[in-house]
C-alpha cells in the first residue's frame, strides 16, 4: 500500500443480473485522494465465511506493505467483527 493513505475501506454491494451474487472489496485513497480498488471478490452471500475467505487473502496480499497503522472504515462492522473471532 505505498503511496496510499493508511486508511481501508471495507464494503459490499449487490449484483443485480438473474445470479444474485455479492460483490465484496476492499478500496484505498492514493496521495492525490483517488480512489484505488485492492481487492474484490464475487461470492454466494455474505456470510462470515465469505468474509474470512476475503479478509484473509486480502491481508496476505497488503499484510507486508503495510508499516503504518492502518485505519479500517466499513459500515458491515458485524460482518466483519465476526469473521475475525
Same mark, same amino acid.
Given at each position: 500500500?505505498?503511496?496510499?493513505?493508511?486508511?481501508?475501506?471495507?464494503?459490499?454491494? *449487490?449484483?443485480?443480473?438473474? *445470479?444474485?451474487?455479492?460483490?465484496?472489496?476492499?478500496?484505498?485513497?492514493?496521495?492525490?485522494?483517488?480512489?484505488?480498488?485492492?481487492?474484490?471478490?464475487?461470492?454466494?452471500?455474505?456470510?462470515?465465511?465469505?468474509?474470512? *475467505? *476475503?479478509?484473509?487473502?486480502?491481508?496476505?496480499?497488503?499484510?507486508?506493505?503495510?508499516?503504518?497503522?492502518?485505519?479500517?472504515?466499513?459500515?458491515?462492522?458485524?460482518?466483519?467483527?465476526?469473521?475475525?473471532?
Amino acid at each position: 500500500m505505498k503511496g496510499c493513505l493508511p486508511l481501508l475501506v471495507c464494503d459490499r454491494t *449487490f449484483t443485480t443480473s438473474k *445470479f444474485h451474487q455479492t460483490l465484496l472489496f476492499a478500496l484505498s485513497l492514493d496521495g492525490n485522494n483517488q480512489i484505488i480498488l485492492l481487492a474484490w471478490a464475487l461470492v454466494q452471500s455474505e456470510n462470515k465465511q465469505n468474509w474470512r *475467505f *476475503f479478509l484473509g487473502r486480502l491481508c496476505n496480499a497488503i499484510g507486508s506493505m503495510v508499516t503504518d497503522p492502518l485505519t479500517i472504515l466499513s459500515d458491515r462492522e458485524k460482518a466483519l467483527i465476526n469473521a475475525t473471532d
